[in-house]
C-alpha cells in the first residue's frame, strides 16, 4: 500500500511538472536567468525542434540588423527593464535577446525583442516599445558559438534551411530569428542560435 501511494505522488508531482512551468530547468546557456519555456521534441543532426509554451515579450522596431542599429534597440528596452516604465519599475534581466527579421511585399521589418517571466508588466512610456505576446509553437533551432556577425546568423539560417528541407520538414520561409544569450562579458562558452518557425 506504500508503495502504491509514493507511486501515486511520484505521478502527480509528474504530472504538475508536465502542465506548470514550475518545474522547468532552463538550460545551461540560460545563465541562470529566466527564459523562455520549450520542450525538445526531436533532433535532427544539428537542429533541434523545440515546442515553446505562449510567452511574453517586449520588442521594438529596428532599422536593420547593423550592430549599431541592433544596440539601439537593445539600449532602449534594456533601460524599460531598468524602471524607465510607467511604474519606475526594475525588471530582471531574462535570456534571450531576439532579432527577429521578417520580408513581405512593403520590404523587410526587423525588430529586437527581450524575454519577460512576468507577464504583467508596466506599460513602455516611449511609444516604440511594445508589449508582445508569442503563441505556442514549434521552433527549428540550429546553435553555433563564437561572437555572432549578420553573416555568421545568415549562413546559420541557410543550413538550417537545407537541413530541414533534406528531413523533409516544412517551415516559415520569409521570416527568422537571432537569438543571443550572452553579455559582452562572458568570453567563453558563448552560445547563439538561429530559429525558423514551423507553419
Known amino acids: 500500500m506504500a508503495m502504491s501511494v509514493a507511486s501515486a505522488l511520484c505521478l502527480l508531482v509528474g504530472l504538475a511538472c508536465f502542465t506548470t512551468t514550475k518545474c ?81 511585399v512593403e520590404g523587410r521589418r526587423v525588430s529586437i525583442s527581450i524575454f519577460q517571466q512576468d507577464p504583467n508588466i508596466p506599460d513602455p512610456v516611449d511609444t516604440t516599445i511594445k508589449k508582445t505576446v508569442v503563441p505556442a509553437g514549434t521552433v527549428y533551432v540550429r546553435s553555433f558559438g563564437g561572437w555572432p556577425s549578420d553573416q555568421d546568423a545568415l549562413d546559420n539560417v541557410q543550413k538550417l534551411k537545407e537541413d530541414l528541407k533534406a528531413a523533409g520538414k516544412q517551415f516559415i520561409d520569409d521570416q527568422f530569428e537571432a537569438a543571443g544569450y550572452d553579455t559582452p562579458f562572458e568570453l567563453l562558452n558563448r552560445h547563439n542560435e538561429v530559429w525558423l518557425h514551423a507553419p
Open 24 to 104: 522547468w530547468q532552463a538550460p545551461w546557456f540560460c545563465h541562470e536567468k529566466d527564459c523562455p519555456v520549450y520542450t525538445v521534441v526531436n533532433q535532427y543532426g544539428e537542429i533541434e525542434e523545440r515546442n515553446y509554451e505562449m510567452s511574453n515579450w517586449i520588442t521594438t522596431d529596428i532599422l536593420s540588423t547593423s550592430k549599431d542599429d541592433v544596440a539601439t534597440g537593445f539600449w532602449k528596452l534594456y533601460y524599460f527593464n531598468q524602471g524607465q516604465n510607467s511604474e519606475n519599475k526594475e525588471i530582471a534581466m531574462t535570456r534571450p535577446v531576439v532579432v527577429s527579421v521578417k520580408d513581405g
